[in-house]
């Protein structure tokens, strides 16, 4: 039996590649930044600041509603960071951090917010 790997999108909760708004708030720092992807369980972006593993995070994202990115529905929620790897750095700004947030206390409307935007996107 062979196995093929394929491109297709094999997890559970599909994810979208834009570019959404993101503010992130811990105890000692936030930060405004973009997703690099999104799903309904969490996020992937770049930080310029390293955040410990577990780190407990308020996140609000400013979804676009339809093609017009001037119209936005947001979303509140927390997550945990659960994947930092260094991705560089920048020649202002020093390191370079591509992190990954697990949504861990989301209300369900909330996530439903999210799927839309994905299945939207993903057309």
Known sequence: ???????????RHPRIKEGVQLILKAEDFDTVTETI???????????NKHIPLMTS????LALPLGD???DLEYVEC????VRVEEAGSHPHKGGVYNT??????????EREK?????ETRRG
């Open 37 to 47: 992807n999104l799903s309904c369980l969490g996020v992937y972006c770049q930080l």
């Open 114 to 118: 999210i799927e839309r935007l994905v």
């Open 100 to 109: 990954a947030i697990y949504f861990n206390k989301i209300e369900k409307s």
């Open 57 to 60: 995070l308020k996140i609000a």
């Open 78 to 81: 927390q997550g945990v960071v």
């Open 1 to 11: 039996m062979s196995h093929h790997n394929t491109s297709a999108e094999r997890r």
């Open 68 to 70: 017009q990115s001037k």
